[in-house]
């Protein structure tokens, strides 16, 4: 077919790098702290830790390798593997699209506002305090003109295409990200108070477990590794034949774990050195002062305890997580991307700015009804859309797919894959065990 000349990443290191760049974003920073903060420390993390293993990881392949096998845009490869059921593949492809398309809609406001923390405190800094105080105080103009500076950015990246654009950023980005973010957890595990955060880390308290605590984990891990919204399908589909799908897959899910782990590891400590200093993180009761702007309200306030250079590391710290929601974002945007120049057989450039356009437009709307859409879009897509999607590639791999034609795609990365166990236990665990697992953390919590 006319795929032979189909663009695709040039190297396997890129690969990783640019699946771990769409993985590592808002979820691991933003989410993940905030979600442990809430919900007991170390419980979290270990069910987190739990389903990233068990279920996301699974998933992760069967994503990747459907997009290799069809080598095409996710509605044409989901409708590749739907045996004589092409139109279920093709159904769940357009869902997925529409799904990624609604994440980014919400996912381009929050990262806006991390410009706006990035950019504040310089202008603070240079006499621009008026600019400075509006950057940081909640209004529609200010949430449309951030979300703006961080859509045409976006834009431009995926504009550029796939060895040009996605993987030279994400292989520039991601270690820059990964430096800064150490340097920051040793200094502020120094700070007073910093140990009492990372014992309720790292010490699980089991009083704390529940099945909205399971449900939330699972829904974390999802968001996390990108699953659901056929972004690793797309980002199959530009990895090379040779690559072993397994272990990339493990090496995308180790690292994108473990820069959540490494923002826990931030986060929590700071949420006490922060208190240390008198600021009010939980009320008398336990529960979390402010759960969703934990990053903007606890950060901000350690930085101003640590005078000029709390300036400097905290414009560090928003520049790492707007570079980390950057990578996030370009492959949230390549789905529909694809989708058009494969569909509609236009340019990248073209189909770029008007899906582009459309995005921007879908993230106005929200931006001036956001007491009424914004939780509801990040509800629907996020608590709905992505475990139940992921759930449905799982029974189209597993049941419509024809295991002989899944193992002779794997083979091609790894020539020993068939007398492996994990040949051995992975086909009927994504065909039975994640459905029935998955079931089971919906169930408990339903009743
Ligand atoms: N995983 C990213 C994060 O943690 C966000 C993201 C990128 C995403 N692509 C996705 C989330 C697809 C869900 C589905 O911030």
Redesign the pocket.
């Given at each position: 077919m006319a795929n032979t000349q189909r663009a695709q990443f040039s190297s396997r290191l890129g690969f990783i790098l640019a699946a771990a760049g769409?993985?590592?974003?808002?979820?691991?920073i933003w989410?993940f702290p905030t979600q442990t903060a809430s919900n007991g420390g170390a419980v979290f993390l270990f069910i987190y830790l739990l389903m990233v293993f068990v279920l996301a990881y699974p998933l992760l392949i069967a994503e990747l390798t459907i997009g290799r096998y069809g080598n095409a845009n996710p509605v044409r490869s989901l409708s590749a593997v739907s045996g004589g059921q092409k139109w279920i593949g093709r159904l769940l492809g357009l869902v997925g699209l529409l799904?990624?398309t609604g994440?980014l809609s919400f996912?381009t406001i929050v990262a806006g506002w991390l410009v706006g923390y990035m950019v504040s405190p310089l202008l603070a800094l240079t006499g621009f305090t008026d600019a400075a105080a509006w950057l940081e105080s909640f209004s529609e103009t200010r949430n449309l003109a951030l979300m703006l500076c961080f859509m045409v950015p976006t834009i431009l990246v995926v504009r550029n295409g796939i060895a040009n654009g996605i993987e030279r950023w994400s292989s520039r980005l991601m270690p820059v990200l990964f430096l800064l973010f150490v340097i920051m957890v040793i200094y502020i595990l120094f700070q007073p108070g910093a140990m009492e955060g990372l014992k309720m880390y790292l010490i699980p308290d089991m009083s704390h477990l529940s099945p909205g605590l399971v449900v939330s984990a699972m829904g974390q891990a999802?968001?996390?590794?990108?699953?659901?919204?056929c972004?690793m399908m797309v980002y199959g589909s530009y990895l090379s034949k040779t690559a072993n799908i397994p272990k990339t897959a493990a090496q995308v899910a180790l690292l994108?774990t473990g820069i959540a782990f490494i923002a826990g590891l931030l986060i929590m400590p700071a949420m006490f050195v922060a208190q240390h200093n008198g600021v009010a993180i939980y009320s008398e009761a336990g529960a979390l002062l402010s759960s969703d702007t934990l990053v903007f309200s606890v950060l901000p306030a350690m930085f101003d305890t640590m005078g000029t250079a709390g300036i400097f590391i905290g414009f560090a710290f928003f520049l790492l997580m707007v570079i980390?929601?950057l990578t996030?974002?370009i492959?949230?945007l390549e789905v529909p991307v694809a989708c058009a120049t494969e569909e509609f057989r236009q340019s990248r450039e073209k189909a770029v700015w008007w899906i582009g356009g459309l995005i921007t437009i879908a993230s106005a709307v929200i931006v001036y009804n956001f007491g009424d859409l914004f939780g509801l879009v990040v509800t629907v897509t996020?608590e709905y859309a992505?475990p139940i999607l992921g759930l449905l590639f799982a029974l189209v791999a597993g049941w419509l797919w024809h295991r002989n034609e899944i193992l002779k795609e794997l083979v091609q990365g790894s020539p020993e894959l068939g007398e492996t166990w994990f040949w051995k236990i992975w086909p009927g665990y994504v065909r039975v065990i994640c459905p029935i697992l998955m079931l089971l953390v919906f169930g408990w919590d339903w009743i």
């Open positions: 769409s993985a590592i974003g808002l979820g691991n989410g799904g990624a994440i996912y999802f968001f996390s590794l990108s699953l659901g919204v972004v994108d980390a929601a996030s974002a492959s949230l996020t992505q």
